[in-house]
């Protein structure tokens, strides 16, 4: 499994890369659009509506959404008030995952799942738009690249303590320990040698970022574990699907965005 895992990774993240630098912005909100509607897709499945009529209405929906935020993409009031949004749904999630895990029904399942994919998408779109946008995103996701993989081996060598035992027994708070190392280094060279001009408060958000990216895995496996599925789906072989791959990120890039904006609100 872990060799397929990275020989799929060796594929997708040289692909990811290149987008990132070289494609416009409309393009790369093109291909993470396409995701997001797959992604709707196997979040319909986790929801429990299974029917192929709710599946298409689902991402018709989801599609329309994504077309009304990118019209109004530029609306600086538009991008906080989604970015709030998601903001005040992770907050809630964490309360959820650790405390509550009551089981919704369906439709608000899904509306679960439109405010954990759309501002993601939202933020990743207003993140490259922004002036050194490529850099600025190709760093956040070397983060929590970097989180994911440090989490991952500490855990796997040292874990101990279970972090969320009914939610996803695999996660030890060693790796939460090793992920957060992961995250002060990389953040450490953003500082230095990435994004100088954001200072060291960027530490503080990289690390806000990185913890509120936990979140976004523990609340992909509790729908998971609810729907009683492994993965949600076999897009990325040794991954699953596209929420198994990007479940980190949908908590990260909102939380990253509204962390630089506010800061340069600030300025």
């Known amino acids: 499994m872990l060799k397929q895992r990275v020989i ?42 299974n029917t192929s009529i709710l599946k298409i209405s689902n991402t018709l929906i989801t599609a329309v959404l994504l077309y009304l935020l990118w019209l109004s993409r530029q609306e600086y009031l538009i991008l906080w008030s989604v ?23 369906s439709r608000m399942k899904f509306f679960c799942g439109m405010l954990t994919l759309i501002p993601s998408w939202l933020a990743l779109v207003a993140l ?7 850099v600025k995103l190709l760093f956040l996701l070397t983060l929590i690249w970097a989180a994911d993989i440090g989490a991952y081996f500490v855990g796997k060598v040292f874990g101990k303590y279970k972090l969320a035992p009914k939610v996803s027994p695999g996660k030890t708070w060693e790796g939460v320990a090793g992920g957060t190392l992961a995250l002060l280094i990389v953040s450490l060279l953003g500082v230095w040698m990435v994004l100088p001009a954001n200072g060291y408060p960027l530490i503080l958000i990289c690390l806000l970022t990185g913890w509120l990216s936990i979140v976004g895995d523990l609340s992909e496996s509790l729908f998971k574990r609810q729907a009683g599925v492994k993965d949600s789906g076999r897009l990325f072989p040794g991954h699953g699907g596209v929420l198994d791959r990007v479940d980190s990120l949908t908590a990260a890039l909102p939380a990253f965005w509204l962390g630089l904006a ?6």
């Open 8 to 49: 799929t990774a060796l594929i997708i993240v040289p692909l990811v890369v290149l987008l990132v630098l070289c494609a416009p912005t409309w393009i790369l909100a093109l291909v993470a659009g396409l995701m997001v509607l797959v992604g709707s897709w196997e979040w319909s499945v986790l929801s429990g509506e």
């Open 262 to 267: 506010f800061q340069e609100w600030l300025r």
């Open 83 to 105: 970015a709030l949004a998601a903001l005040i749904w992770w907050l809630f999630a964490f309360f959820w995952i650790f405390w509550w895990r009551r089981e919704f029904y």
């Open 128 to 134: 490259h738009a922004s002036q050194n946008g490529a």
